[in-house]
């Protein structure tokens, strides 16, 4: 399936006054994709801005491979790095000179559409496939191992905090009396556990039945959530005034996240109980956004994946000017 990447003309909408700063050719910018993917909103930016710099980060060697090679005709422009997205502050560290350029952060959540794509990797509950889900394909962690040697209270959590699961020690249980008999191999077994654990009338509502279960184990095996928290202070500090961040998020813990996050950047600094914002203690940020921003219908029938979609932006307005 060919890559679409979601909400593009928006992100080049919020980011651009960011980039073009210096200049209108994006000189003197640089653009930090924190998890490039296939690399199509790289592509963009980079296609329409002829001196724009892209710092790329992914963890999944395979996404590297395929991005890069996109990416080829822009030469020495482009800057990948294999991290995740938590690993933000060495990346641009190891950047150099580049580090000093940032103006722009772009983040899209989840698991990416090219993973989605390939039912080896094991994300996708439409296809029999490994227990893997590993976005880091030398990450010692898979879905397999956790349901095979967790216990069940600790499945039942991650089901239950991690996919919003309401039937996460129902699940729990099942899985620990499957296991004892044969271990985990397939997402296809899990699959058939889960459509005798759930029951039929929560069947019928609310899309796939696998669907929370498949979210929970992987955020799990990828440490998703803790690599987001860890990883916004780090871009936040990276930008200089004037400086954009846009982030998309899928599912509502990682919103949840991010919408705490940004409205921590966007509060008064100064000491609650005071009648005046003292001076230097205004908002560090501005929100770009009413809330977070969903795609159009047209957009989610050209690409159904745009649908969960929710995108929130910020402005840095405190700190050195830009040049």
């Known amino acids: 399936m060919e890559h679409v990447p979601v909400l593009l003309d928006r992100c080049v909408e919020l980011l651009m006054p960011a980039l073009t700063r210096r200049g209108a050719d994006g000189a003197g910018?640089?653009?930090?994709?924190?998890?490039?993917?296939a690399g199509g909103h790289s592509e963009r930016f980079l296609s329409l801005l002829p001196?724009?710099?892209?710092?790329?980060?992914?963890r999944d060697p395979d996404a590297l491979a395929i991005a890069g090679e996109r990416l080829t005709p822009f030469g020495d422009r482009v800057h990948l790095v294999r991290t995740r997205y938590d690993g933000i502050a060495e990346a641009l560290t190891g950047s150099g000179s580049w580090a000093a350029d940032v103006r722009?952060?772009?983040?899209?959540l989840g698991v990416s559409s090219m993973q989605l794509d390939r039912p080896e990797r094991g994300f996708s509950y439409s296809a029999d496939a490994p227990l893997d889900m590993r976005?880091?394909?030398?990450?010692?962690l898979t879905a397999a191992e956790v349901l095979n040697t967790w216990d069940e209270?600790?499945?039942?959590?991650?089901?239950?905090?991690?996919?919003?699961?309401?039937f996460a020690g129902r699940i729990a249980k099942f899985v620990v009396r499957r296991r004892a008999r044969a271990p985990f191999t397939s997402t296809g077994e899990l699959v058939e556990l889960l459509y005798e654990a759930i029951p039929a009338p929560a069947r019928r509502t609310g899309g796939h039945p696998a669907k929370r279960t498949f979210q929970a184990l992987r955020i799990a095996v990828n440490g998703e959530l803790d690599s987001l928290r860890d990883a916004l202070p780090a871009a936040l500090d990276a930008l200089d005034a004037g400086g954009r961040i846009v982030v998309m998020a899928y599912q509502s813990l990682e919103d949840r996240i991010v919408k705490?996050?940004?409205?921590?950047?966007?509060?008064?600094?100064?000491?609650?109980?005071?009648?005046?914002?003292?001076?230097?203690?205004g908002p560090e940020f501005v929100a770009l956004t009413r809330g977070a921003e969903r795609a159009a219908p047209e957009e989610i029938e050209r690409n159904?994946?745009?649908?969960?979609?929710?995108?929130?932006?910020?402005?840095?307005?405190?700190?050195?000017?830009?040049?």
């Open 51 to 58: 001196e724009l710099r892209v710092i790329g980060l992914d």
């Open 260 to 281: 705490t996050r940004f409205a921590e950047a966007t509060a008064s600094r100064t000491p609650p109980g005071l009648p005046v914002e003292l001076p230097g203690h």
């Open 135 to 140: 976005m880091d394909s030398d990450a010692p």
């Open 153 to 166: 209270k600790a499945l039942a959590r991650v089901l239950r905090e991690f996919g919003e699961e309401r």
């Open 104 to 108: 722009g952060l772009l983040f899209d």
């Open 29 to 37: 910018a640089v653009l930090v994709d924190a998890t490039l993917g």
């Open 304 to 323: 159904p994946r745009s649908a969960p979609v929710r995108l929130r932006a910020l402005e840095k307005v405190a700190g050195r000017e830009v040049a």
